[in-house]
C-alpha cells in the first residue's frame, strides 16, 4: 500500500539551504507527500520577498513528484489541518533548537492533537548551516555557495548585486 500520509514542512526559507534540502528530501521518502509551507514571516524582515523564496524552492524541488510548495499565513497548525496532515515535520540541528522545538511541538499537540511533529536532525555535513548565517556571509561577501542549491547561490549573487 502506498503512504498516503501527508507531511508539513514548515519555515521562512530565507534562502533555503542545503540543511533545509537534506530534511525535506528525507521526509519526502518518508511520507506520501510533503507541503513545504513557506511562511509569510510577518514577524522578520526578510531579504527576499514570499514571491521569491516560493520560487527558489520549487526550483530546488521541482524533480520530486510528491513535494508541493505552498505559502502560508497564521498559524501553521492551521495550514496542516485545512491540507489533511498527519505530520510536521521539524529540523533540529543542536541541543538549543530542541527545546525550542520540543515547547513548540507540546503547543503544537494541543493546538491540533491529530498532527504529530517529526523531529530531523540534519547530516552532520549540513548541523552547522541556517539561513541566517547564510545571509550573514554573503552579505559581507563571503562565499556561500557551498551551503546552498547552485539555483539559489545564484538569486542571492543577483539580490546582494542590486
Same mark, same amino acid.
Given at each position: ?9 514548515? #519555515? ?19 511520507? #506520501?507527500? *510533503? ?17 521569491? @523564496? ?30 489533511? $496532515?498527519?505530520?510536521?515535520?521539524? #529540523? ?22 491529530? *498532527? ?5 536532525? %540534519? ?11 547564510? @545571509? ?11 551551503? *546552498?542549491? %547552485? *539555483? ?8 546582494? $548585486?542590486?
Amino acid at each position: 500500500m502506498p503512504n498516503s500520509v501527508i507531511a508539513v514542512f514548515p #519555515g521562512t526559507f530565507d534562502p533555503i539551504t542545503l540543511g533545509h534540502q537534506d530534511l525535506i528530501r528525507r521526509s519526502a521518502r518518508l511520507f #506520501g507527500t *510533503v507541503i513545504v509551507a513557506v511562511a509569510m514571516a510577518h514577524h522578520k524582515k526578510t531579504m527576499f520577498t514570499l514571491e521569491e @523564496r516560493l520560487a527558489m524552492v520549487r526550483d530546488v524541488f521541482a524533480p520530486l513528484d510528491n513535494v508541493q510548495v505552498e505559502s502560508f499565513t497564521g498559524l501553521v497548525r492551521d495550514f496542516a489541518v485545512s491540507h489533511g $496532515a498527519k505530520a510536521m515535520v521539524r #529540523g533540529v540541528r543542536s541541543v538549543t533548537d530542541f527545546d525550542y522545538e520540543a515547547q513548540l511541538a507540546g503547543m503544537n499537540k494541543a493546538l491540533a492533537p491529530e *498532527v504529530e511533529t517529526v523531529i530531523l536532525t %540534519p547530516d552532520s555535513r549540513y548541523q552547522f548551516i541556517s539561513s541566517t548565517l547564510v @545571509r550573514e556571509i554573503a552579505t559581507l561577501k563571503g562565499d556561500v555557495a557551498p551551503f *546552498v542549491a %547552485p *539555483v539559489v547561490h545564484a538569486r542571492l549573487m543577483e539580490k546582494l $548585486a542590486n
